[in-house]
């Protein structure tokens, strides 16, 4: 009963209340209009009125939490850095202009959500060096931001990843992320061995597999949504979350400007 209890209190702000829209996360912030995974990009989905945002994590040679998806630089620095993020220190990473911005650090970006009382899904990559190192150094980073599970939310396409985090930061929610091709995983029969919850991709949300997730009280965020009428199809499924590119254009189109509950 008391694992339970602990179960329910982690999850329970990121369960849609009932009879609201779902909250949205800006997909590595509103990276439509501004470099992804910014200090930028987040606040354009701020202003764009989303209730948070997600983004990637990994670390870097000094093993310092970044916020970065690929192991390199040179796609979001139009190729002046090529090389692998983990063998650059924090006076490199300092240097690199991703259009103007810099490459944040994950404390840094908490303390940017708790100020402004935002929600953010924490992924941690898969393809690191260090994993332990990873998971150790996020969930510490995450303790000292004094932020609660009502702001974060653990995911990663790597199973083993959610089920550490359950020993390393037991007090905040995790999902286990699907993609599109994740075949017979696609259902995550077995999620609950390792999550609370489940981050499927659009195309695996079906009323069917809803039903699924939810008949265990899965808190369920999809993504990458960008068309309004999938939006709005996927809201009246049932989802939990939307992350999108474009968080402005989707609460449009769900007619919801305003934050959520």
């Known amino acids: 009963m008391l694992g339970s209890a602990r179960r329910a209190s982690r999850i329970a702000a990121w369960l849609r209340p009932s009879g609201a829209r779902p909250f949205i996360l800006g997909h590595r912030g509103a990276r439509h209009a501004a470099p992804e995974n910014t200090l930028r990009a987040f606040e354009l989905a701020r202003t764009e009125g989303a209730d948070g945002v997600e983004l990637d994590v990994r670390l870097d040679r000094d093993e310092r939490v970044i916020v970065l998806h690929d192991r390199t630089l040179e796609r979001v620095s139009g190729g002046s850095e090529t090389r ?8 490199e990473l300092a240097r690199v202009s991703l259009d103007g911005e810099r490459v944040p650090l994950l404390a840094d970006v908490l303390a940017w959500a708790r100020e402004r009382q935002l929600r953010v899904n924490v992924e941690l990559k898969g393809d690191v060096s260090r994993p332990l190192v990873l998971l150790r150094n996020v969930s510490r980073v995450v303790k000292a931001s004094g932020v609660g599970p009502e702001t974060v939310l653990y995911s990663s396409f790597h199973p083993a990843f959610v089920g550490a985090l359950a020993a390393l930061s037991s007090g905040f929610p995790r999902a286990w992320l699907l993609d599109a091709d994740a075949g017979a995983l696609g259902r995550a029969p077995a999620f609950r061995a390792v999550a609370d919850g489940v981050n499927p ?4 949300v079906t009323s069917a597999a809803l039903w699924r997730w ?3 009280g ?5 993504w990458t949504v960008n068309d309004e009428h999938a939006a709005r199809h996927l809201a009246e499924l049932g989802v939990d979350t939307i992350i999108s590119d474009e968080p402005g254009a989707i609460l449009k189109a769900l007619d919801g400007g305003a934050a959520g509950a």
């Open 84 to 91: 692998d993020v983990e063998l650059l220190g924090a006076g």
């Open 214 to 216: 939810k008949r265990f």
């Open 201 to 204: 991709h659009q195309k695996l």
């Open 218 to 222: 899965a808190p369920v965020a999809t």
